[in-house]
């Protein structure tokens, strides 16, 4: 019997056993890549969206040795510069332009920037309404009037940047006695009736959460509550809406709470002589609390398990809005 030795195969031929190994092997290096590269970017894009997810956090305000109005100036600087740190709203690239709940959160800070910044320039640097315009806090004003969702030529941010310039120039005019803040009563109370118009407008936002369990109000149901010749008009916001509005809120309940801190300081006699700082540390405490976040804004209804975010911040803001008009009389007496 013979026995004849097995043919060794030649890896390099066409057909053989060695081809098929090679063949496997590179099929399987296309398959790892093919699943490899989409794993890398959505790990990536997770990143980056972690990255730029993120919420000022309270900063201290305290009373500043100079002039009258120095804690104040210097606490707007502070927002305007925590405001504009990563501007998202106008962000038009992948994967940022997901984000919606820290754009909303900015947008409502620059209300509140907005509002103050314009009874700054109205009122509070001027001792009479015939008196000139400072112009720092003029032009402060206009530039954070612009577009917030402008992306290029020019772009918001560098908008906001110019205006917080603007603010530091007023602030170092202060110091050196060329500019003017009147810790007046009438120009506390016109920040007040600012800050109650503007929480006003986010609560009744808050408020026309849908909710499905709720009772759908038509416009029989409702006739009593109009006078002759209006028209209801039901109000509800889209369900996407929601947790839009509520970061909203709580970015304008942020930069309220800064300025009624600084607040407390550059009109602090007015609030001693009212006996009022007792429920100013309230109305602060308050706003403390409406800087809460949920993992999700959940919109049950109100006899659900589940949480009614938006109507809990409502009650909050409701609540600091109540007690800023019982401030604002104690302030007129």
Known sequence: M?????????????GGEGQKKPGRFRRRKWVWIGVGIPVVLVALILIIMAINYRFPSFFEVK?????????SARTLIRLTEKMTEHWLP?????????LDNTPNFQLGLLESVRYTTRVFRDKVTRLRTTDKIDQDMEQAFIF??????????????SKFKSGIESLKKYEARLIKGESNFYPRADNLNELLDQYISILGGVNTRLSHAPRSKDPVISEETAGDEFTKGE????TRVPRRKIDD?????????YGIRHMMIAMKYDFKNIFEIKNAEELLDRIIQILDQS?????VVLNGSRGSIFANHSLQLMSLLEDSRQKLRSLQDMIRQ
């Open 245 to 253: 509005n509520f970061y909203y809120a709580r970015g304008v309940a």
């Open 231 to 234: 028209k209801y008009v039901p």
């Open 63 to 71: 009373a500043e040795e100079g002039p009258i109005g120095l804690t």
């Open 144 to 157: 954070f009037s612009n577009d917030p969702f402008k992306w290029i030529l020019p772009s918001a941010e």
């Open 2 to 14: 013979k026995f004849w030795p097995k043919k060794k195969t030649d890896p390099n031929a066409t």
């Open 291 to 295: 800087q809460f976040e949920p993992l």
């Open 90 to 98: 106008n962000d038009k690239f992948y994967p940022t332009v997901f």
